[in-house]
């Protein structure tokens, strides 16, 4: 998985990146998907051990493109989780009240407590991505932010987060089906908006803020991983496969039972 993971001082450039994945996508749909059960109950089984040692935090970052997947990955990587310890943040246009404090406030807000899983869909940066392709702010302010993050995102971690960033990697090839079938399918009608195609119309600039990203915020602390999302079934798979590694190397366990329980006798 280490495939994935982009390296701190890393120089990322997206076309040397293969959204369909490359050698790994000729596991096949069919056997992916075994794979991918296999995978979910393991997930369901780790969540189900960090909520009840209550220890460990854990932060999953989604970030892509309009269509990337993200969503769509929510529903099946964690798919049969416990409800009870795993949270979903969506990350919206700045409310006033939002926009009124500095850019992490809200941010800081929802991240996981002892026990808790938080899957970020956007998050922070959008701060460097939305709002640095559309100058919501100068130059001078955006560029600070690589070392902010990075900041914030290390105490975070020394204070006990876990924390994994996934960018879904799409092509503009697989983003225009993906539109369109919002278009034709009456069920998808809801996903789709009008401002998608002004977003889609800057796709190079988006991908110059994303590369900046992924190359200024891979920490030690907390890393990117560059999924290849055109195949839905294998972006499922390799997210499952890194988050399930992760959790495995926490070295969790379930809390002591009382003592004596083995004398006891229910009436
Ligand atoms: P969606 O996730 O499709 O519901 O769209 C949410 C929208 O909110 C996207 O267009 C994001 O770019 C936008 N958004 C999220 N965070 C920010 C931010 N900090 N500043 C400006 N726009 C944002
Ligand atoms: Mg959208």
Redesign the pocket.
Known sequence: MDTYRVQPGDKIKLNKWDPDGGEVAEIGKKAGNKEMLKLNDRLEALQELLYAESKQKVLIVLQAM?TGG?DGAIRHVFDGVNPQGVRVA?????TPEEQAHD?LWRVHKQTPGSGEMVIF??S?Y??V???RV?E?VPKAVWSRRYEQINNFERMLAEEGTTILKFYLHISPDEQKERLQARLDEPHKNWKF?T??LA?RKRWAEYMQAYEDMLSKTSTKWAPWYIIPANRKWLRNLLMSQIIVDALEGLDMKYPEPEEGLDKVVIE
């Open positions: 309009d993200k969506s990350f919206k246009v700045p850019y869909n956007r922070h959008e701060d991505l939305v709002v559309h919501l908006s401002g998608d977003e």
